[in-house]
């Protein structure tokens, strides 16, 4: 279960990772800081959910909870890959994330000049993910070592178990070798299981993130790995907004032909890639958004909920958000005989309004 995303901004210096960070959370770090410093900023803010403000005005609840996400403005990294290696702490910040969004410099500006002298976005990219994959082959090649001496001694596990775990880290290696993230690899259930414990840094999902001046098209980059996915973003622009108040931010919006904001776009990208969706529980109490995989079961739904739920587990009453508001409430939902009684094995679609029905 993921009952909170935690994505890392990360990027080359002078890519604008701190104004994106301020851009998508409202905040208002200092967009320069020390260089040759390990450093992180972490804000965590509500998903924005239409559906979740339709219900809230359906049930007029004491209370109204979104999903949310925390983002970590790491610094330091850029500095970790000029010196040859990423840091221990650094290492750490990032295997704790479930995805990165990688800001990659798109724009001029003769007063803060790239540190390599020119733009390159396919450049910048490609540096720091292969960064990434050269510590991932570290760890990689360190197991295949342990694995050898494991089958060596002839004690402990099966051979043949240990032969699949030999097949796959070499599977791996060749990969990386190759200069390809580890996120492009289709794996069964039963490798991902298999390697969970290890947090490869190329296998995390990415979210690409060009961070352009007004009015600049998308870069045509052509970059090798699944589980990717490409947004642009105003970030000095999109910062600005955050920052004014809700009817000064409409205006604005408005002047400059931005339909949606920079964080929506950025969230519901990061929803696909994570490979996560919403359901719902609604009531005069509290009209709350929950965070499950795809493919997740009423079951899990219960437990994301509480533990005490998915024990007691009889039965969950089912309506999909669209037809619960074509319908006007739960009580006309009923009267229809619209909601449905589904078991453990229902798998939960997005926007799924869910109540668990217990014995606990």
Same mark, same amino acid.
Request: a negative charge; glycine letters at 8%.
């Given at each position: ?11 080359? #210096?002078?890519?604008? $990772? ?5 851009a ?12 040759g410093? =390990? ?9 924005p ?6 219900l809230?005005? &359906?049930?007029?609840?004491e $209370?109204?909870? *979104?999903? /949310?996400?925390t983002y970590?403005?790491i ?7 000029a010196?040859?290696?990423? #840091?221990?702490p650094? @290492?750490?910040?990032?295997? *704790?994330? !479930?995805?990165?969004v ?9 007063s ?17 993910s292969?960064? %990434? &994959? ?7 090649? /360190?197991? +295949? ?5 494991? &089958?060596?001694?002839g004690?402990g ?7 699949? !775990? ?21 794996l069964?259930?039963?490798? /991902? $299981? +298999? ?13 690409i993130?060009?961070n352009? #001046? ?8 052509? =970059?090798?790995?699944? /589980?990717?996915e ?8 999109? %910062? ?10 409409? &205006?604005?919006?408005?002047? =400059? ?5 920079? @964080?929506?776009?950025v969230?519901?990208?990061? *929803?696909? @890639? ?20 795809l493919g997740?079961?009423?079951f899990?739904a ?12 009889i ?5 999909? =958000? ?7 409430g ?5 009267k229809?005989?619209?909601l ?5 094995? *229902?798998?939960?679609?997005?926007g ?9």
């Open positions: 279960m993921i009952p909170t995303m935690q994505l890392g901004i990360i990027g080359l #210096s002078q890519a604008g $990772k701190t104004t994106v960070f301020n998508l959370t409202g905040n208002d770090q200092p967009t320069i800081r020390g260089s410093r =390990y450093d992180v900023h972490l804000a965590v803010v509500d998903v959910d239409p559906r979740v403000d339709a809230s005005a &359906m049930f007029q609840p $209370k109204t909870t *979104y999903t /949310r996400v970590a403005d610094a330091g990294l850029e500095d970790s890959v010196q040859g290696g990423i #840091s221990g650094l @290492l750490n910040q990032l295997a *704790y994330m !479930d995805g990165f990688h800001v990659i410099r798109c724009f001029e500006n003769p803060v000049p790239h540190p390599s002298g020119a733009l390159d976005p396919l450049r910048d990219l490609s540096n720091l292969s960064e %990434m &994959m050269i510590n991932d082959l570290i760890v990689v090649e /360190r197991r +295949l070592e342990k694995l050898q001496e494991e &089958m060596k001694k004690k596990r099966e051979k043949a178990l240990i032969s699949r !775990d030999v097949a796959l880290f070499e599977h791996l290696q060749a990969t990386l070798m190759a200069d390809v993230p580890l996120r492009s690899l289709e069964s259930p039963e490798e /991902r $299981k +298999l390697i969970s414990g290890f947090a490869f840094l190329s296998r995390k999902p990415m979210l993130l060009f352009n #001046s007004e009015g600049q098209e998308i870069p045509c980059v052509d =970059y090798p790995g699944g /589980r990717c490409v947004v642009a973003l105003q970030g000095k622009l999109e %910062m600005d907004i955050a920052q004014l108040s809700g009817e000064d931010r409409a &205006m604005f919006m408005d002047e =400059y032909n931005i339909v949606e904001s920079g @964080l929506i776009r969230i519901n990208q990061s *929803y696909c @890639l994570l490979e996560i969706h919403s359901f719902f529980t609604v009531g005069e109490d509290e009209v709350r958004a929950w965070t499950i995989p997740a079961t009423a899990d219960a437990g994301a909920i509480h533990t005490d739920l998915q024990k007691g587990f039965r969950a009453e089912v309506i999909g =958000y669209e037809e619960l508001i074509e319908l006007g739960l009580v006309e939902a009923r229809k005989g619209k449905r009684l589904e078991g453990k094995e *229902y798998i939960v679609k997005d799924d309004i869910v109540h668990i029905r217990h014995n606990l």
